[in-house]
Every structure is written in C-alpha cells, then in structure tokens.
C-alpha cells in the first residue's frame, strides 16, 4: 500500500490578468486535507475549483500563499521539481480523457510508467498491478483496441487506469464524472472509491454533481474563490 499524501492550503490566491482587469480566481484560501481522505470541491461555475485543483496538483503556481504535499512546499517549486512529484505520486483525471489517440487503450495506460521511467515486472511486459487494474476496470477485451474503437464509459476506464497505473499517493479529478450519464458516472466514482481504499491514496474530486460530491467523505463549496461551506459527508452505499 502506498503512503497517502496530506495536503494543506495556506492563505492562497490566484489572480490572472484579463483585458486590463484583475479576476481573483482563488482568494485566500486555507483548507487541511488528511492523508487517505476523501473530498469533492463544489461550487458554481467560475468559483476557482479548477484552479485550486491545479494547484494542488502543481499545474500552476499560486500569486501568494502556501501549498504544502506531505512536508513539500510544491508552490514554492521550480516546474522540473514539480513535473517530477506529478509523474511520480499524483494521478490525474479529467473530464476529457486526453488519451493519445496512435496508443492503445493498454498502451495508454502503460505511459505514465514509461515517462517515470519504469517496466512492467509481469507476464508480457506488464506489472502485475497494472494487469489487475486492467482486469478491475473490465478493460481486457478491450487493451489492443485504439480510442476511436472505444465508448465514452471505456475511455473514461483508460483514462482512470492510466491515472492509477503508478499507484499515486494522489488522486486528483476534474469533473472526472462529467461528460457521463448517471450509471456511468456512478461506476466511475466506484472505481476511484475503490482505488482509492485499496491503494490509501488521498483523493480530490472537483464536480458540479451532488450526487458525487455526497459520496465522498467531506465537502468543500466555494463561491467567488473563497471557502463557503466545509463540511463532513454522510456516505452513501
Ligand atoms: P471553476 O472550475 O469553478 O468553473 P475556474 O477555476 O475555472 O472555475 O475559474 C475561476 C475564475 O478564474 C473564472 O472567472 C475564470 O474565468 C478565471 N480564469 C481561470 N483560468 C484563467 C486564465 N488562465 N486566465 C484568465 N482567467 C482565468
């Protein structure tokens, strides 16, 4: 099992330049998230959830304020430092999938590892946890087929595969149930649930879905970049 990474945001803002105006994208926020947790952040559209997701996963940098992973102060970092803590210990997923559309589904997933550096240790190339997650996501029919012979659900599955595949200690999600309809979205939040226990990592989740949000362990709405409401979810089976 992979240690879980703690998190904590610190007086953080994000304010971008826009047409001669200043858009305060995130305004001082301040939110402790536990290793191995769970937490949707919901709000209006424009409220910052993107922003703050993309900095929590060292995408982008704060305009002031703090976020530490564990004991690394990731804002602080020059982006080589912070590439090389996003390949090794988060796993991203989005809404629109971004796999590569020349790689199979398999070979989609095999490429996070491959930027990190790592070969498959099992039968046929592939780690053993890698063929198992394969396996979870009910991708084996379909590991030679390429993104274009796949349904929105299944690319959906790669892409969670691929976020997984190097066992994160840092799940992050952007509307990762967004572009589905409601069984899908279900079975997708499953899998991340799912991963999430067996693997300890922590997990982030940005939706606009109630739905989702209430399945998780802890709720954070935002309004005009700021922390409005935080409170603890009631899980539901
Ligand atoms: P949400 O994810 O809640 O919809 P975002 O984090 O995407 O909100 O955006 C928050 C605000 O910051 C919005 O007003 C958006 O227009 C603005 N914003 C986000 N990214 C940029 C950018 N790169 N340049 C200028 N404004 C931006």
Redesign the pocket.
């Known amino acids: 099992m992979t240690a879980a990474m703690s998190l904590r945001v610190e007086g953080v803002t ?1 304010h ?3 047409g001669g105006l200043t ?1 305060k ?2 305004d001082g926020l301040d939110i402790e998230i536990e290793a191995g947790t769970s937490v949707a952040i919901v ?12 900095m929590l996963g060292g995408l982008e940098r704060p305009s002031s304020g703090r976020i530490w992973l564990d004991g690394t102060e990731i804002s602080s970092l020059p982006e080589a430092e912070r590439a090389r803590i996003r390949r090794e210990s988060i796993g991203f997923v989005f809404q629109s999938y971004d796999l590569l559309p020349f790689l199979t589904a398999q070979e989609n997933i095999e490429f996070q590892q491959a930027l990190n550096g790592e070969n498959g240790s099992g039968t046929n190339g592939k780690s053993d946890h890698e063929a198992d997650l394969i396996k979870r996501l009910g991708l084996s029919e379909h590991a030679t087929k390429f993104p274009d012979q796949l349904s929105g659900g299944q690319r959906q599955r790669v892409g969670i595969a691929r976020a997984l595949a190097h066992g994160p200690r840092l799940i992050l999600g ?1 509307e990762p149930t967004g572009e589905l309809d409601s069984e899908t979205s279900a079975s997708v939040l499953d899998l991340l649930l799912e991963a999430q226990e067996t693997t300890g990592a922590t997990l982030v989740v ?1 939706t606009h879905d109630a739905d989702v949000a209430e399945r998780l362990g802890r709720v954070v709405t ?1 309004r005009d ?1 700021k922390v409005v409401s935080d409170r603890s979810a009631v899980r539901r089976a």
């Not at 709000?43 to 993309?54: A, I, M, Q, V």
């Open positions: 994000k971008y330049r826009a858009v994208a995130v709000g209006p559209s424009g409220c910052g959830k993107s922003t703050l997701l993309g952007d940005v935002l970049g």
